[in-house]
């Protein structure tokens, strides 16, 4: 089936060479920090992880994203997300290769990596999150690739691989907290010494991870006769915006612990963060702009009216991610290291290396997603699933009644630009 | 093949003995990689623990000469940035005890300048957090590492609750004066994580930690579990406190204050 992504239009393959550039760039800065060591990153002995692990953290919420999808339809049978499922389940290998990636040009010795498995050491989290990693990038793999290629061959798909997709629906849940667990439970780090950072990464997951993935399938609307129902969306959108919800809910908690009780602890990182101390206030812009987006993307999903308007979903979502990504790929880490172990502030902030192997990273991701996605809907266009009908709604939409009405605003071409803007 | 089906075997047992055990094998598969061998006048000890006079060692002055013994003994890299390595150095009162400070304290005792290195906790979270058992607690409380065994994931650095820990971001040979180096401590390479170890390789021998026998008796070293030892004797006779009481995580390193 990989053929088929070998097969594009000149503006697909301006595409690809475009993140191989960024990647070959990346890649000669990484050698770089192979040979030099983690000097080139801005982190340092009080700040002792930094913006590769940040990005890892955010990208295992991309992972478990899929799971809104896949989980509506296997355990409620909802039928209209029934062809978007493999979507999830793509986005969610690219992701968990961008997550082991961003270990790996974390650690400091890449080549004995192994030690991990030859010494395994069920007391670390570290030890618990490669393996929950590494399983449901297989059970992605394996569930995602089986049923497209019984699609292509027009058979149903086996009955093996359902017990498979309704674990990895429960795995889904498991990396996340896993991942939690890393930062949670760490007696000198007030701000990660929470019993509900696990649920806010759950919550923060799944406003998050779906935004991207929903961002990513009305880019993939754009270029190609793909097209998701309606219903399908308008689902998802909901589950964004009561999973946002949630997840500033559980954040305000955060506050409200640790300022009613006083701790002096609790307190610093948030006080450190929103408003700055001893001088530091890096961060304080960054938080505050994350206060402020995370505002108006509720303000635009809350309501009906504006959450089911297409013209502003997209927008709505861009200020979401931002807004969750400042939350937790950035505020998260920084807080946690800061106020040091001695109530001092060691400033941290990538360098411009470190960006580039980030980038490296991402554009890897970009790069499977592509190339996955392109082959999901050149199946989707060979058997008419979810296919674009003339009026704008999508071939799974049974309720289309275009025919009759024509709906200026939800023309396709008005809508598929305002997707790209 | 044998070897595959060794660590298999490790593998699943260890997965199935859990969470629960896991500090118990964390010791067992731990211990023993010491970089020397114990020789035949080695000092044995329970529970080694340190009690540090800051009556006596309490200047800038006083700790950096410890910590250039330490350092040349161990041959610590002197990196001049923030990524620098540090097995021992000094700090204000308020750094070290960040719990305990108050306004009216005696402004001596406020002023004073407090030596701090790894604590050799009693429920070490670097050891916790470790996926590799680079870092591992000795029978005799002293909390090791195996260089060799790191991986450089710096889990251990975010662990500790008292910034104990250093990694080499660089080469940390550079910064090192070839003529100056002590041939019976290694050197590490990049890439891995270290902290001060007790002088384990000097206990082997039946010397005292460097930083103890150049602090003119006013650092004790000594085993807790003996209750005629001289750390116990001072720590009978002296009002003593440990840093982050609230970690539990029981340090070795005491201050009288
Ligand atoms: S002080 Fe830090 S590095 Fe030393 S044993 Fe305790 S937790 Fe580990
Ligand atoms: S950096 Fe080394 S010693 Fe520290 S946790 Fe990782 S493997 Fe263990
Ligand atoms: S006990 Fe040894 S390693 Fe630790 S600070 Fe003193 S001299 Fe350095």
Known sequence: ?421 | MKNNRRNFIKLAGLAAAGLCVAPKTTLASGGGHSPVKPGANARNAKRWAMVVDTRRINTDEDIKALQDVCHAVHNVPDVPTNQNIMWIWSAPYEECFPEQHNPYLDDDVKERSYMLLCNHCDNPPCVRVCPTKATFKRPDGIVAMDYHRCIGCRYCMAGCPYGSRSFNFGEPREYLDPTKLNPEFPTRMRGVVEKCNFCVERLAKGLQPACVEASDGAIVFGDLADKDSDVRKVLRENFTIRRKPTAGTEPSVYYII
Not at chain 1, 137 to 160: A, Q, S
Not at chain 1, 174 to 200: C, E, M
Not at chain 1, 244 to 253: I, Q, S
Request: glycine share 6%; proline share 6%.
């Open chain 1, 1 to 421: 089936m990989l053929e088929r992504a070998l097969k594009g239009s000149p503006r697909y393959w301006a595409w690809i060479g475009f993140l191989l550039v960024i990647i070959g760039a990346g890649a000669l800065v990484w050698i770089n920090q192979l040979t030099v060591g983690l000097k080139i990153t801005g982190m340092n002995r009080d700040v002792s992880w930094g913006f590769y692990i940040a990005q890892f953290t955010y990208l295992v919420g991309l992972a478990a994203s899929g799971v809104m999808i896949v989980l509506p339809y296997y355990f409620h049978k909802y039928k209209p997300n029934k062809h978007m499922v493999i979507f999830g389940e793509f986005m969610a290998i690219a992701a968990c290769i961008m997550c082991l990636l961003f270990i790996i040009v974390d650690i400091g010795q890449p080549q004995r990596m192994m030690n991990m498995i030859f010494h395994p050491t069920p007391n670390s989290i570290l030890f618990w999150d490669m393996i929950v990693l590494n399983g449901y990038l297989f059970l992605n793999l394996m569930c995602g690739w089986v049923c497209l290629e019984h699609d292509r061959m027009h058979l149903p798909h086996p009955k093996w691989v359902k017990p498979f997709i309704i674990i990895s629906i429960v795995w889904a849940f498991s990396i996340h907290t896993v991942t939690a667990f890393l930062y949670q439970g760490l007696p000198g780090r007030h701000y990660w010494l929470t019993a509900i950072l696990a649920a806010r990464f759950l919550a923060s997951a799944f406003c998050s991870g779906p935004a991207i993935l929903l961002l990513v399938l009305k880019i993939t609307e754009k270029v190609t006769t793909f097209k998701m129902p309606r219903r399908a969306v308008a689902t998802l959108t909901k589950i964004i915006a009561y999973a946002m919800v949630v997840n500033m809910f559980f954040f305000l908690l955060e506050v409200f612990t640790s300022f009613y009780s006083n701790l002096p602890g609790h307190m610093h990182p948030i006080v450190y963060l929103f408003s700055g101390a001893h001088g530091h206030h890096e961060l304080v812009p960054w938080m505050w702009t994350f206060i402020a987006f995370a505002a108006i993307s509720l303000a635009l999903l809350i309501p009906p009216k504006l959450r089911n308007n297409q013209k502003i979903l997209p927008w709505a979502l861009v200020i979401l991610v931002i807004a969750t990504w400042i939350d937790k790929g950035l505020g998260l880490l920084i807080g946690g290291f800061n106020p040091t172990p001695f109530d001092t502030i060691t400033p941290y902030w990538p360098t411009g290396k470190e960006l580039m192997v980030s980038a490296m990273i991402y554009a890897s991701g970009a790069l499977v997603v592509t190339i996955l996605f392109k082959i999901a809907t050149s199946v989707k266009e060979e058997l008419g699933d979810s296919q674009a009908l003339p009026c704008g709604c999508s071939t799974e939409d049974d309720d289309c009644d275009c025919g009759s009405v024509a709906e200026t605003e939800e023309a396709p071409a008005a809508e598929a630009a305002e997707a790209t803007a």
